[in-house]
């Protein structure tokens, strides 16, 4: 008996698995299930509490005005693709303050320098630990503070082009 169900085992984890992904793909085709719609912990919330090569969550609050925060990362392809979004917003005076992520410093540098750097501040998190405090769940992730230092808004993936112009109306020093 103990022989049979160890033989089971398997195929009713199989069959879960199954089951799971036919119903992620039926939520994908009524629109139902949103890959992006991991809800975070921090908005509404205070900025949490970091120190990274580059800026801290004292550098961000000392601002006194919103600011944009932006994983990224080098071997990211989608930052490539998000690349001409953040210039747009940069050329528009946002101000957006980029955070490496698991990233080597020359690596970081030479990214910056084929797709542009739309960056005020540049940190590093080169361990990723700031990230898991923050809940980033992939880069590039985009995160809005208010001049009190809230998390208004995240957004998980490239920006799209049409960010531009509601983040440069929210943000622009």
């Not at 970091?50 to 930052?79: E, H, M, T, Y």
């Not at 410093?105 to 797709?115: D, E, I, V």
């Amino acid at each position: 008996m103990n022989r049979r169900l160890l033989l089971a085992a398997p195929f009713g984890v199989a069959l879960l698995g199954g089951g799971a992904f036919y119903a992620m793909l039926r939520g994908l085709q009524t629109g139902s299930f949103d890959p992006r719609g991991v809800p975070s912990q921090l908005i509404g919330k205070p900025l949490p509490e970091f120190q990274l090569p580059g800026f801290s969550r004292a550098d961000v609050l000392a601002r006194k005005r919103p600011v944009i925060i932006n994983f990224f990362a080098s071997w990211c392809v989608p930052c490539v693709d998000e690349a001409p979004t953040l210039m747009a917003l940069h050329q528009r005076g946002v101000p957006i303050w980029g955070i490496a992520y698991k990233d080597k410093p020359a690596a970081t540098q030479g990214f910056l320098a084929r797709h542009g750097n739309p960056f005020t501040n540049l940190a590093s998190d080169e361990p990723g630990l700031v990230a898991i405090d923050w809940g980033v769940t992939g880069v590039p992730e985009t995160y809005l503070i208010d001049a009190q230092g809230i998390v208004q808004w995240r957004f998980v993936g490239p920006l799209p082009d049409a960010a531009v112009d509601g983040l440069s109306k929210l943000v622009a020093s």
